[in-house]
């Protein structure tokens, strides 16, 4: 079945300064990408997301990037700020699981005042 | 306001005590999901349900069973809790939206401590 793996576990960075998280997953079949966000006591909350036939999307300050041959995917958050503190999950699904997503183990990103 | 609520955000149980967690969603989704968050470990899929008294078994469903009589309302079953099943629970929903890959919505949690 389909894993994925999320790294670094923890991220530091000082306000303004951009982030990246980055995602490998294993199962070639996957066709779909989405990053949640989670906030101190609240479950996670999709902010963007990405489908295999595109390269790139981005959301003012958030961005995806998907390298399918390498089976890579990444978050990229510019001018962070402090409402960008939170745990970042990254995951893959595909056109036989119906809806099931596998998650990858989240980041942990702190902004530094 | 698409809303997924959890009966409590936090419960505290003893060895052995039949637990229940329920789910209700207000937003007329076909799919309801439950996980647990471990630190480092992520979200894990414990059941997952596509239809109304339908159930699937995730990753991780050893030592629960779920309930789903009404569409709305998706039930976590703990027979017997044990210390191992200390955990954040998390409940989801989705509509399928056909090719793969729907947008799930969370409840907020339930912190469950077995003592």
């Known amino acids: 079945g389909e894993n994925v793996e999320q790294h670094p576990s923890t991220l530091s960075v000082q306000e303004g300064d951009s982030a990246v998280i980055k995602c490998t997953y294993s199962d070639s079949a996957s066709n779909y990408f989405p990053w949640y966000k989670q906030e101190l006591g609240k479950g996670p909350q999709l902010i963007i997301d990405?489908?295999?036939?595109?390269g790139e999307k981005k959301d003012q300050r958030i961005a995806v990037t998907l390298n399918k041959t390498a089976k890579h995917f990444s978050l990229h958050i510019t001018e962070t700020q402090p409402e960008d503190s939170a745990v970042y999950f990254c995951a893959a699904s595909g056109y036989s699981s119906a809806s099931k997503i596998i998650f990858g183990s989240g980041t942990r990103l702190s902004i530094r005042p | 306001d698409v809303k997924v609520t959890q009966s409590s955000r936090y419960l505290v149980k003893r060895t052995g005590e039949k637990v229940f967690l329920e789910c209700v969603q207000d937003?007329?989704?076909?799919?309801m999901f439950w996980y647990r968050q471990d630190p480092g470990l992520g979200l894990r899929l414990i059941y997952f349900?596509?239809?109304?008294?339908?159930?699937e078994k995730g990753d991780i469903p050893e030592g629960y069973s779920v309930s789903r009589e009404k569409k709305e309302r998706f039930s976590l079953i703990l027979e017997s809790a044990s210390t191992n099943q200390t955990s954040m629970y998390l409940c989801a929903s989705s509509s399928p939206g056909g090719a793969g890959g729907d947008e799930q919505f969370f409840g907020p949690g339930t912190r469950l401590t077995v003592l």
């Open positions: 937003m007329d989704h076909e799919n």
């Open positions: 349900s596509y239809d109304v008294k339908m159930k």
């Open positions: 990405i489908r295999s036939n595109v």
